[in-house]
């Protein structure tokens, strides 16, 4: 062992006790890897530099702006959405959704975005249904981790062992190389989980320290907007039928008030936004809100010719997305207070409707149109998020009080879902098809959905997660370094003289023990830049294809379920699951070992070691 290659390790040592300790920042120690290497002349400036031009790195820049396109567009919280509403009141059904669900979607998106975004989820379905969250948030992280297991680009672990096969002048792996294993893991995993979750956190936390920040179900219980929701469709014959709304007076006439509109539009629901001139048709489903809910409603739906629709929760839940709700009240300066709603016109004038009023701290009911205002009145509206951002700049008449918390889920770019939906499968098809290559693919794809303005180019910029990228740039001289001081042959010359007597098997085993333990306590995609080279070089030292080996280190990267600091992922449920280290270690270890049976099982079949 030479003094670089001792020189190397300690580096290598340096970075992997700083990732386990998480101080710095893993971008931060990358960034001090970039800067050191050349000052010990192990590396020129252009070989330490040389990442940021790798194809993979860009490749997995190009599927962050791809996966913030499906966010804008609401197709991931559809997905959310059809979840709440498929999965009902069971447990078992839930689990076994929620993970399929994630893992498809985490298989051409970023894994830890789509959990960054089912958490609120997965909370709002755990309230609802009385259950600890603890008991579905490490399913959840599973099948992310396993998503990176169903296709190349699920991750970038999968996507630095191509590049390490292309920079060896092999082919690399197909799109769906990784599927048949990933498919097999994944139905483990649901029905390894669904033991294991009792042993997950099984005790409902009676309490939350802190204000929570305000939601729509709190401004519909303060102001008993669930007692009055209805959703009712129009029939044919209707006498409705194509007149505008502010024309039909139904609010002053019948006590209901229209908040908004599904109608059917091709192979979608579409929600419109009830304004006054918005015209009635056939088969829309009017989403209403009624003056009193003691009111007896019958006469009136035969005499209009409506349907009431079963309303399983709250449509402004439902629709969070797009239909939203914000407190109203009067500064100091307003010249409203003396006026009655009907004066205030909200929706001629800002295409909201008010769909409460509080006073002296009580929700008042009623036909409340011709109610006088008083200035320390508190108005409810209801309306899209963009008119009620604009409200938010009638600082003269009006003080939108804090928004909830669904703000931050809204879809600025709901209408262009179909687009991002027909983007996303020609990302697929052509990536599938090797017309061009992946990374020139992804980058199509990214332009594609900037022209049909599903993202625009400041969130594009804003969705690559830098510091992960830098991580990538900041490790692939490490995999050079070792190379060319010998440390790669000795890892691969350890790895024979320990285990190379007992079969290619015992190796494969090896090499999975070896990346999955490393992965426990540096970032997945770190190792995965450490493994790779040595994956290659063993199976050259045997004579063997390198396929099955990469392969290999590719399950393993993604196996990263025994700690909770091996992976992003696992770090993001571990607040909201009240989960402590150990949970992870006795319940992702299991679980680690049932994938490295699979794995040294199916990886030769599929890749075989000695091809003829």
Known sequence: MNAELLLVLAMLLLCMGCFAANKPRTDVVALVVLAVFPLTGLLTVQQTLAGFSDPAVILIAALFVVGDGLVRTGIVYRLGDWLVRVSGNSEIRLLILLMLSVAALGSIMSSTGVVAIFIPVVLSICARLNIAPGRLMMPLAFAALISGMQTLVATPPNMVVQ??????????????????????????????????????????????????????????????????????????????????????????????????IERQQRFRTLLLNATGNTLVQAGDILLVDLADPSMELLPSCQHLGLEPQPLSHSYFSFHAHELGLAEVAFPPESSLPGKTIQQLAFR????????????????????????????????????????????????????????????????????????????????????VSGVVPNVIAALLTCLLMGALRCIDLNSAYKA?????????????????????????????????????????????????????????????????????????????????????????????????????????????????????????????????????????????????????
Not at 209 to 230: H, I, M, T, V, W
């Open 163 to 260: 590049s390490e096969l292309q920079r060896q002048g092999m082919d690399g792996f197909h799109f769906f190389s990784f599927t048949p294993i990933g498919l097999v893991v994944l139905l483990m995993g649901v029905g390894y989980m669904l033991l294991a979750r009792r042993w997950l956190n099984p005790q409902l936390e009676a309490g939350q320290s802190g204000a929570p920040r305000l939601k729509l179900s709190d401004l519909a219980r303060n102001y008993r907007l669930k007692e009055r929701e209805l959703r009712l469709k129009v029939l044919p014959g209707s006498p409705l039928l194509e007149q505008q709304l502010n024309e039909l007076a139904l609010r002053k006439e019948f006590g209901i008030n229209v908040v908004a």
């Open 348 to 431: 001629s004038q800002y295409k909201l409707n008010v769909v409460g009023l509080r006073r002296k701290g009580e929700a008042l009911l009623g036909v409340l149109v011709d109610e006088v205002l008083q200035p320390a009145d508190k108005l409810l509206v209801a309306g899209n998020w963009k008119d009620i951002h604009q409200l938010q700049q009638q600082s003269r008449d009006f003080l939108v009080l804090s928004l909830p918390a669904e703000v931050d889920e809204v879809t600025p770019a709901a209408r262009k879902a179909p687009h991002a939906l027909f983007c996303l499968a020609l990302m697929v098809l052509l990536m």
């Open 464 to 612: 690559i997660h830098w510091p992960s990228l830098i991580l990538i740039v900041g490790m692939l001289p490490f995999a050079l370094a070792l190379q060319q001081t010998g440390g790669i042959d000795l890892a691969v010359g350890s790895l024979l003289y320990l285990v190379g007597e007992r079969g290619d098997y015992a190796l494969l085993a090896a090499l999975f023990v070896l990346t999955a333990v490393t992965g426990s306590f540096v970032s997945n995609t770190a190792t995965a830049v450490l493994m790779a080279p040595v994956a290659v070089s063993l199976a050259n030292s045997l004579g063997a294809s390198p396929y099955p080996f990469a392969m290999m280190v590719a399950v393993a990267a993604s196996a990263a379920f025994m700690t909770p600091v091996s992976s992003p992922i696992n770090t993001l449920v571990l607040q909201p699951g009240k989960y402590r280290f150990f949970d992870f270690v006795r319940i992702g270890t299991p679980f680690t070992v049932l994938v490295l049976v699979v794995s040294v099982l199916l990886v030769p079949l599929l890749f075989p070691l000695y091809p003829a």
